[in-house]
């Protein structure tokens, strides 16, 4: 039996639906907060509903009692795949104090239920979300899990490098399992609505402006979901302990990238949606925004050798798909604004 914090977000959803396909109970965790709109939230959460294999319970990450007690109450629980978090670079300027309750305090409750667990012998791995976004100002492209992260351009970047350093203590200190993931502009189906992939989409069907920063000289590896949920399950597989290859010191604690490793160029993006909804984006081109970064690009050759992931979905298939889902679940709503029209 696996905890999913998150449960109801992007990618907390498409890997409990993954889970349950294979017939392995989820207990899901989220407090369905409005950052974006919860009825996709919901409707996410609807698509899981009604499977026997799944419990959903609405909490937030930094109630640490009631998420014990839901943990208390199912015996066969052994693993924990963290996912939940204040996501969004920007929003972390508007509303810092959400940062700091979710990311942090949240990351302490999880880490405080993986050591419970440890403690009874029932925990096997302590899998967490944290970002490419930890790798801030570096230059050095691709990034590698070997260089430095100490050059954080955003508080969420700084949350996510705080849960791998705070994991990193626990796991010394009471020989947790865990593993610290990296992930690279995740997208797809049943994506988040502020992510720029879903924005342009949504603005291009309804014939709205689009903004583009940095003048669109700004390059994402763009890593599509059904790949970060492989990755997922791989390394969910591969337990660290301490002796174990890339161990950080004597800790059975690791971090990978989750990433596509081709970097796309954002104007290319966006023509690559012109022609997949037939539509002409209206641009418009302004400044760097503070917290971005011009270019994320990973570097998998670890990942690729520990745990055999490998990235299959091409940028025009992902968004392809997700361009089929976007029309399936917001048709009734826009009024598609066609070339030429």
């Not at 990296?182 to 994506?191: A, E, H, K, N, S």
């Not at 949920?229 to 390394?235: C, K, Q, S």
Request: a negative charge; charged letters at 25%; aromatic letters at 12%.
């Amino acid at each position: 039996m696996i905890l999913i914090t998150g449960v109801a977000g992007f990618i907390g959803f498409h890997t409990t639906k993954a889970l349950l396909s294979k017939g392995i109970p989820v207990i899901g965790i989220d407090n369905i907060n409005d950052y974006y709109d919860t009825s996709l939230k919901n409707d996410r959460l609807a698509q899981l509903k009604d499977d026997p294999n799944f419990e959903f319970h609405k909490v937030d990450l930094s109630e640490y009692e009631k998420i014990q007690d839901i943990v208390d109450g199912h015996s066969g629980l052994d693993n924990i795949i963290h996912l939940g978090a204040q996501a969004g670079v920007r929003y972390s300027l508007e509303n810092p104090f959400a940062y700091s309750r979710s990311n942090l305090t949240g990351h302490l409750s999880i880490l405080e239920i993986a050591r419970k667990l440890q403690e009874k012998d029932k925990l096997k791995h302590l899998v967490y979300a944290s970002s490419s976004s930890v790798y801030g100002g570096n230059t050095k492209q691709p990034f590698s899990v070997d260089d430095p992260v100490n050059k954080p351009v955003s508080l969420y970047a700084s949350t996510k490098r705080a849960n791998e350093l705070m994991t990193q203590s626990y796991s010394h200190l009471y020989r947790i399992p865990a593993t610290g993931l990296r992930f690279f502009t995740v997208y797809g189906p049943w994506g988040r609505p502020d992510m720029a992939y879903f924005k342009f989409t949504k603005a291009m069907y309804s014939g709205k402006s689009i903004d583009v920063y940095n003048n669109g000289d700004m390059m994402r590896d763009f890593t599509y979901i059904d790949d970060i949920v492989d990755g997922i399950f791989a390394v969910n597989d591969a337990v660290p302990s301490g002796d174990s290859e890339y161990a950080v010191g004597d800790a059975p604690h690791r971090v990978f990238n989750l990433g596509h490793n081709k970097p796309e160029n954002l104007d290319e993006f966006v023509k690559t949606l012109e022609r997949l909804t037939g539509c002409t984006a209206n641009i418009n081109y302004k400044p760097m925004q503070p917290g971005d970064v011009k270019e994320t690009y990973a570097d998998i050759d670890r990942e690729k050798s520990v745990f055999g992931f490998e990235p299959k979905i091409t940028l025009e298939d992902g968004l392809s798909r997700f361009v089929d889902w976007f029309k399936d679940y917001y048709k009734p709503n826009i009024e598609v604004q066609k070339t030429g029209t």
